[in-house]
């Protein structure tokens, strides 16, 4: 079975192990949840150093977590997600605010193009994603990025479904109007 | 939204150091030295830290308590209101007479 389907179930039998001294159920368990956690962070913060030392610090947790983890509690990887929220929260806290400007647009060679605009629309949608409140980040970043269900961002999140939907839909919206002034820029046609 | 589509097709990937780090740490928890587990106490538990000399303590209050309440012995009986507390009770007398118009505040019955 994929790691990316592993159910919950699997996860915590891989942290019993873990809790046991199965070293080898820690590295599936971090194939299985902390390259989420990494771009979970990584989007959060729009900082790749600052998003490995979140992942390190949440499966760090994680693992000091597993003796005393309860069957039947949430699912390992969305107590990690939560964690890793958190400690998001924490460090933009701190962080002093800064202006996310627009990247600058390359100059492209026709045989790059298409390369180079994928990879500048991205950092057209990071930058966009850093104007958005920090719950409706976080809320998007899970359901449009991470592809993951409302009701385990709601768990994450420890909101409810509903608050979770209304979330999505408004950084969605405030999304689309941030992005709205670049879409020609970016090569995408008014269809999109 | 298409810069979605773009973002998810260029997500930050886990390093091999980040994956090295991550490991370090499962294994470095792994070796903690267990912690300390709650068990019941025995015997000899209670007498352990504090317990002993407090119940000896206990039992030295209750020997002298219990001697002094029969026997009585002489230097208690001789015990008297040092000169100190007799001033300080004449001078409340002054006062409540003063005050009250009694001359014997502490109700002793002179």
Redesign the interface.
């Known amino acids: 079975m994929p790691l990316e389907q592993r159910s919950g179930d699997d996860q915590a039998a891989l942290l019993a192990r ?1 809790a046991a ?1 199965d ?1 080898r159920a ?2 599936a368990l ?1 194939e299985l949840i ?2 989420r956690i ?2 979970f962070a ?2 959060m913060l729009g900082d ?1 150093t600052e ?2 030392d979140v ?2 610090e949440a ?2 947790r994680l ?2 977590m ?2 005393d983890w309860q069957e039947g509690a949430a699912q390992p990887a969305t107590w990690v997600y939560r964690v890793a929220a958190n400690l998001c929260t924490d460090r933009l806290r701190r962080r002093r605010k800064t202006l996310h400007e627009m990247p600058e647009l390359p100059d492209p060679s026709p045989s790059q193009h298409a390369q180079m605009m ?2 500048a ?2 950092q ?3 930058s ?1 994603l850093a104007h958005l409140p920090e719950r409706q980040r976080q809320a998007v970043i899970l359901r ?2 991470e592809g993951m269900s409302n009701p385990d961002i709601a768990a994450i999140m420890m909101l409810g479904v509903e608050a979770v939907e209304s979330l999505t839909a408004r950084g ?1 919206r405030n ?2 109007a941030i ?1 709205a002034g670049d879409r020609e820029a ?1 090569g ?1 046609d008014d269809d ?1 | ?4 589509d ?10 091999a150091s ?2 090295k ?3 370090a ?3 470095a ?2 070796e903690a030295p267990p ?1 300390p587990q709650m068990k019941a106490m025995g015997w000899r538990d209670w007498f352990s830290g504090w317990a002993a000399p407090g119940f000896a303590g206990g039992v030295t209050v209750a020997v002298v308590g219990f001697w002094i309440g029969v026997t009585m012995p002489m230097p208690v009986m001789a015990l008297d209101a040092p000169e100190w507390l007799q001033g300080a009770l004449g001078y409340l007398d002054l006062v409540a007479v003063q005050l009250i118009g009694v001359d014997d505040p502490l109700l002793m019955e002179f």
């Open positions: 873990f001294g070293r820690a590295e971090t902390a390259p990494l771009r990584a989007r790749l998003a490995e992942t390190q499966m760090l693992w000091r597993a003796p994928q990879a629309r991205a057209a949608l990071e966009a449009h990025l969605k999304l689309s992005l970016l995408y999109h | 939204m298409l810069f979605l773009a973002a998810r097709d260029t997500p930050p990937e886990l390093s980040l994956r780090r991550i490991l740490d499962a294994v928890c792994t912690r």
